[in-house]
């Protein structure tokens, strides 16, 4: 059975860092691309960074560049996010995704979804 697992959420304050962690069970994943995406309340999910199978490209959002940092550990099965800086408007639950392709693009389609964590900043 697939597994996607995210943690490393929780409250913090404005400027303030976090590190995500999205662990994967039940098959390897080393050769997919991966990303972030977020849902605020009333929002739908967006976007925020991803990856490469090699992590050798990355992308992010506009709103989050220069702030967040996506990496991977193919040889842990784990993908990161480390986000500094934090702002209120990045309090959201936090989801990761494995494409179906080996490179990122914006619009791939995420064959495997995390159940999300949750990310609260306060102000």
């Known amino acids: 059975q697939v597994q996607l697992v995210e943690s490393g959420g929780g409250l913090v304050q404005t400027g303030g860092s976090l590190r995500l962690s999205c662990a994967a069970s039940?098959?390897?994943?080393?050769?997919?691309?991966m990303g972030w995406f977020r849902q605020a309340p009333g929002k739908e999910r967006e976007f925020v960074a991803g990856?490469?199978?090699?992590?050798?490209?990355?992308d992010y959002a506009e709103a989050v560049k220069g702030r967040f940092t996506i990496s991977r550990d193919n040889a842990k099965i784990t993908m990161y996010l480390q986000m500094n800086g934090l702002k209120p408007e990045d309090t959201a639950v936090y989801y990761c995704?494995?494409?179906?392709?080996?490179?990122?693009?914006?619009?791939?389609?995420?064959?495997?979804w995390g159940k999300g964590t949750l990310v609260t900043v306060s102000s």
């Open positions: 995704g494995v494409s179906s392709g080996s490179g990122w693009y914006r619009g791939a389609r995420m064959d495997y």
């Open positions: 039940g098959r390897s994943f080393s050769n997919y691309a």
């Open positions: 990856i490469s199978w090699s992590g050798r490209n990355t």
